[in-house]
């Protein structure tokens, strides 16, 4: 049960990858419709995609295995020479389209281009050229004296990544959101002060559906931090802002979303107010529920759950790490206040789950309101080893199995998670580790 008490906690783990490398630093992970596919993008500009495992009958334990699929390069470090800026090709998102046919595709976007991405299979070649030699040269016209008809031969498997289409220049800030509309025709694509609107076929036009720029940049007051379009509504999208406010726009109201529909900010205690409450209280990252009906938002300290119908305050308030209230100081010292942390909810809306320091994550229960921090490590875990809730110790006496709050480990963040869209299977990228959890098998 993922989200249950200390008793009930019983997530195995798989590590699946590991790399060394600074460009090898997991930027994005992302689940597809199904869950048989796992995607992660890197600051390499590479996208490795996993494949789940066939249940067999005389191995059991290997039931939901992810092993590698397939991997190519998505994008390459660029130069603007008008601007004289390096563009680098961390891939900030990875988004999946609904398969329709033996096909995979998907989305990946670095700062400034969004590519559509074709991932298919080939078991077989074509053999038997007229016009060609088998090595693939040109043959004479003049020695072709009967015609053949070519034949497919079978082949050892071949997965190959092709790109479909690039989305370009449409953007002069940094792209940090992408999300597929539920029709399926159109996606979206948000940089810091706008957000364009696309045709999965056309490529070189967008409409501008929100620009929050203003006429004089000095007095620019927030950004846009992430932007989503509702699961089943295809004209409702939302986006959230750097001053902890999020906005959901109906595009039938208009063409330009200059004006929302909706606007979910919680208002500021004045007991808890300091020099760091409007860094701690910008929004990360924002994801609708599977059912439509729920928001959820993160925030530096907190995690919030919002109802569609109640813009006054959240529903719920999780603290992710409320310990690190006293820490903000050296926290905005050494740039780790600036974290964007990202947040998932489980199949049936039922537990969220989001990351933390020093390799932990957390995971809510929104039922019986109970919480598990837990830790993807490799120094305390083994394969399919049970992982073991971990307690921070805030002042006084510490216990045995608790961790200090002083000697938490900063530079271990977990930034990105993902959750199987309809089973306890889990993804969780520790800086160049890929770690995936799942229901303990009895």
């Known amino acids: 049960q993922a989200g249950g008490s200390r008793e009930e906690v019983s997530l195995e783990l798989k590590i699946v990858c590991t790399y060394n490398l600074s460009a090898d630093i997991i930027s994005t992970v992302e689940f597809n419709h199904t869950g048989e596919l796992l995607a992660t993008g890197d600051k390499g500009g590479r996208v490795v995609v996993f494949q789940r495992e066939q249940e067999s009958k005389n191995q059991p334990h290997r039931r939901g295995e992810y092993n590698v699929y397939s ?29 329709q046919n033996a096909a995979y595709f998907l989305l990946s976007t670095n700062d400034k281009t969004v590519k559509l991405w074709k991932i298919s299979e080939r078991d077989k ?20 004296t009967m015609l053949r008809v070519p034949v497919l031969q079978p082949m050892d498997l071949m997965v190959e990544a092709t790109p479909r289409r690039v989305f370009s220049n449409a953007h002069t800030y940094h ?58 509504q295809c004209n409702t999208f939302v986006y959230s802002s750097s001053k902890g406010t999020v906005r959901l726009c109906d595009m039938r109201a208009s063409a330009l979303c200059d004006k929302h529909s909706k606007f979910f900010e ?15 209280s910008s929004i990360s990252d924002v994801k609708f529920s599977h059912s439509g009906r729920y928001l959820m938002t993160r925030d530096y ?17 999780y603290q992710v790490h409320d310990y690190l209230r006293s820490k903000l100081c050296s926290l905005y ?15 049936s809306d039922s537990v969220i789950m989001t990351g933390s320091y020093n390799n932990f994550f957390r995971m809510f229960d929104r039922n019986t309101k109970r919480d598990v921090t837990l830790e993807a490590s490799r120094e305390n875990s083994k394969p399919r080893a049970v992982l073991k809730p971990r307690k921070v110790c805030v002042g006084g006496k510490r216990r045995k199995d608790e961790i200090s709050v002083d000697s938490l480990d900063f530079s271990k963040k977990i ?22 959890f799942q229901d303990k098998i009895n």
């Open 71 to 99: 991997t190519f390069q998505s994008h390459e470090p660029e130069f603007d020479y008008l601007k004289s800026l390096e563009i680098e090709e961390k891939i900030n998102k990875i988004r999946w389209l609904p398969q």
């Open 125 to 144: 070649r074509p053999e038997g050229y007229n016009l060609k030699d088998e090595d693939g040269r040109i043959r004479d016209p003049s020695t072709i």
């Open 175 to 232: 792209i940090n959101s992408i999300s597929v509309n539920s029709d399926y025709e159109t996606y979206m694509s948000a940089d810091d002060l706008r957000i364009n609107l696309w045709n999965l076929e056309i490529t070189n036009r967008s409409f501008n559906i929100v620009d929050i720029k203003p006429a004089n940049m000095e007095e620019l007051t927030e950004v846009i931090t992430a932007a989503e379009f509702h699961p089943n």
């Open 266 to 280: 919680e208002p500021e205690d004045p007991n808890n107010r300091s020099f760091f409450s409007e860094i701690i």
């Open 301 to 317: 300290l907190t995690a919030k759950v919002w109802d569609l119908n109640m813009e006054s305050k959240p529903l719920e308030t």
């Open 333 to 347: 010292e050494n740039d780790c206040i600036f974290d964007k942390f990202e947040c998932v909810w489980n199949g």
């Open 415 to 436: 930034l990105h998670t993902a959750w199987h869209p309809a089973e306890n299977i889990i993804a969780v990228a520790a800086t160049n580790n890929l770690y995936i």
